[in-house]
């Protein structure tokens, strides 16, 4: 297992969860959310500098049967985006499918409603995105998902 702070990042349409792992990169814990719209991408490199984030993690919404949908194409965008903005950091595209299911399950489960919940669902659906990403790596010694590739980047490099 590589040894650094990663960020996973939940892309939704109005509200983008972060979170992060610990140096040793074992247990990923919940940031902030950051509002959709100017100024996301900004904050998120603020917070990779912040936490000196060695990989960025983002959620990649496939559809249930696999296939692509509007909001896969929106979380490529952005990670797309992100890459250029973050350079010498990996952008790395995790299959996210029922990640906010899970993180619905998971406050509902402590006692939070879907009201008190809508702040920090998007966190905690960056935890549980970053944490299998995590996992996996630690299981498989493989880095997770799939490397956004940018003018700069070789789309091979890393995987």
Do not use: K
Not at 61 to 79: Q, V
Not at 94 to 106: C, G, K, P
């Amino acid at each position: 297992m590589r040894a650094g702070v990663r960020l996973g990042v939940d892309v939704g349409t109005v509200r983008i969860g972060l979170a992060r792992s610990d140096p040793h990169g074992v247990l990923a814990l919940p940031v902030v959310t950051v509002p959709r719209g100017s100024g996301d991408v900004a904050e998120i490199v603020r917070q990779s500098t912040e936490f000196d984030a060695m990989e960025i993690i983002v959620g990649l919404p496939l559809a249930m049967s696999g296939g692509d949908s509007a909001s896969t194409r929106d979380a490529r965008d952005f990670a797309a985006r992100l890459a250029t903005a973050v350079p010498g950091i990996d952008v790395r595209l995790v299959d996210e499918r029922l990640t906010t299911v899970s993180a619905h399950q998971v406050l509902r489960a402590s006692g939070r409603s879907s009201r008190t919940s809508r702040p920090v669902i998007d966190q905690v659906a960056a935890v549980i995105i970053l944490q299998h990403a995590l996992d996996g790596e630690r299981s498989g010694g493989n880095r997770p998902g799939t490397l956004v590739a940018t003018d700069q980047r070789d789309p091979d490099h890393g995987g």
